[in-house]
């Protein structure tokens, strides 16, 4: 009863809080979430870059293999190319753009551009070399010791990939999921492309299934700690399947999905943990195609949405005082954006069908989902108890010293001269403001009493991140869409 009673005092908090500090501006901050990924870019830059102050790196990437692996994204605020978390990423922004894409307006081109700079790469990875499938550049142990900008790189670009001696189910089922979900972005505005992703996305899923196994257990220190395959590789394969099976609607896919057996029913969401994501994707097909063969997706979809509701009887989600999700101390508003994502993408599914379900006692209504993931959005933008907006160039207070090479240090522009890995400290040490505003990045957030120090070399809370920014796309798109209706 006592739990109860907080809960619901919890609850009342986040809605007043709410009402009182009014909405963020979504729009401003959909078009801010996007150009981040030009500040992230790897490869020759376009001449339409609106981020200036990077310039084209990492042009020699796949040498090393006697490949072109050239392009993609820097996962975070080094110059590493981690492809779990950058496929995840993509498909992030597929499913953002797929779900809201009506309500982007003049941001939908930029969507779909940050999307193809990612499965740019990711072709160039799955097609380069039969027999594997590349899945890394760049030495993580070397990099993350070296604080220099991109543009002056001279670390060892080490090429990593997964084959069939050494399998990576996670890692290819993530890259799978990825290129079909892009090939539906691009199916009506450019069908060659969009062909070809639907065709390499089967090619790598079926690499996944009859090679299995983690990609961590034989790349070791190249991956982990940074992005080992902590929740094993079934989520992946789950996640990938039922990506291709939106994309081609070939029972085959439902089958592999139907052969998986029994899912983990966590109460997260993230590039390392897809089970809930691959629920709310599936239970799409429930809802709005009545498709009673995944009621269990429904259920389980359901369940994962009482384990993140504050007054739910099953809920096992911390919320800061002021009024946060809190799921991990690192990093925490990535958690935080993806679940957001599934909570706003549930109840469009719900809305469409007109309907319910209950958490024990609670009736959940598609607006109450809606409102708990728009104060997670409205925290996250500086409706907080500090005022601090948590996305980089956004509002009147935003961090100004953010874990990242590139932004802390002089561009090239300002400094020809290569800064090399032993000139870094005057950089890094200094309290004063990074030379370089990473428009658009969302950065790891608050600590559990909502306080943020904005210190560069607290990577926890303030380096930012492709897959933070991928997942909030869509709900500042519904959310922007919404304001203007």
């Known amino acids: 009863m006592a739990k109860g009673a907080a809960s619901f005092l919890l609850l009342s908090l986040l809605l007043f809080l709410d009402s009182v500090h009014g909405n963020p501006n979504y729009r401003e901050a959909l078009t801010k979430s996007l150009l981040f990924f030009q500040g992230q870019r790897s490869g020759r830059l376009p001449p339409k870059q609106q981020i200036t102050w990077r310039s084209s790196s990492g042009l020699s990437d796949g040498r090393l293999a006697g490949v072109d692996l050239t392009g993609g994204y820097y996962d975070a605020g080094d110059n590493v190319k981690f492809n779990f978390p950058m496929a995840f990423t993509t498909t992030m922004l597929s499913w953002s753009t797929l779900e809201y894409g009506k309500r982007m307006g003049p941001q939908l081109q930029e969507a779909r551009a940050a999307i193809r700079w990612a499965t740019d790469y990711l072709l160039k990875c799955a097609t380069a070399t039969p027999g594997r499938l590349y899945v890394g550049v760049g030495d993580p142990n070397v990099d993350h010791k070296c604080w220099e900008r991109p543009e002056d790189m001279d670390t060892v670009r080490s090429v990593y990939y997964v084959s069939p001696s050494n399998p990576g189910s996670d890692v290819a089922g993530e890259t799978a999921a990825a290129l079909a979900a892009a090939s539906l972005v691009f199916r009506k505005v450019d069908q060659r492309y969009s062909a070809l992703l639907l065709k390499t996305a089967k090619k790598v899923l079926q690499f996944a299934v009859q090679y299995q196994g983690a990609y961590s257990d034989k790349l070791g220190s190249a991956v982990c700690p940074f992005y080992c395959s902590y929740s094993g590789y079934k989520d992946e394969l789950l996640w990938g399947a039922a990506w291709l099976f939106r994309a081609t609607n070939d029972v085959s896919y439902y089958n592999l999905l139907k052969s998986l057996g029994a899912d983990d029913q966590p109460d997260l969401f993230s590039w390392d943990n897809k089970y809930s994501g691959a629920h709310v994707l599936l239970a799409r097909r429930a809802l709005l195609s009545k498709d009673q063969n995944f009621q269990s997706f429904k259920g389980e979809a359901e369940n994962f949405m009482c384990k993140i509701i504050p007054n739910s009887p099953?809920?096992?989600?911390?919320?800061?005082?002021?009024?946060?999700?809190?799921?991990?101390?690192?990093?925490?508003?990535?958690?935080?954006?993806?679940?957001?994502?599934?909570?706003?993408?549930?109840?469009?599914?719900?809305?469409?069908?007109?309907?319910?379900?209950?958490?024990?006692?609670?009736?959940?209504?598609?607006?109450?989902?809606?409102?708990?993931?728009?104060?997670?959005?409205?925290?996250?933008?500086?409706?907080?108890?500090?005022?601090?907006?948590?996305?980089?160039?956004?509002?009147?207070?935003?961090?100004?010293?953010?874990?990242?090479?590139?932004?802390?240090?002089?561009?090239?522009?300002?400094?020809?001269?290569?800064?090399?890995?032993?000139?870094?400290?005057?950089?890094f040490y200094t309290a004063n403001p990074n030379p370089n505003i990473l428009v658009g990045a969302i950065v790891g957030g608050p600590n559990q009493n909502d306080g943020f120090p904005d210190d560069r070399s607290d990577y926890s809370h303030s380096e930012p991140a492709t897959y933070i920014n991928a997942a909030i796309v869509g709900p500042l798109a519904y959310f922007a869409g919404r304001s203007n209706a």
């Open 314 to 427: 099953s809920s096992t989600t911390q919320y800061t005082q002021g009024g946060l999700m809190y799921k991990m101390s690192q990093s925490n508003l990535q958690y935080v954006t993806s679940i957001s994502f599934l909570l706003t993408t549930y109840a469009k599914y719900m809305r469409a069908t007109k309907s319910t379900f209950d958490c024990g006692s609670l009736l959940v209504t598609p607006n109450y989902l809606t409102a708990i993931a728009k104060r997670q959005i409205d925290y996250i933008l500086g409706v907080n108890p500090i005022r601090m907006s948590y996305m980089v160039g956004f509002g009147p207070t935003f961090p100004k010293r953010v874990h990242h090479r590139g932004s802390s240090l002089p561009s090239v522009a300002r400094h020809p001269e290569s800064i090399g890995c032993d000139s870094f400290e005057p950089f």
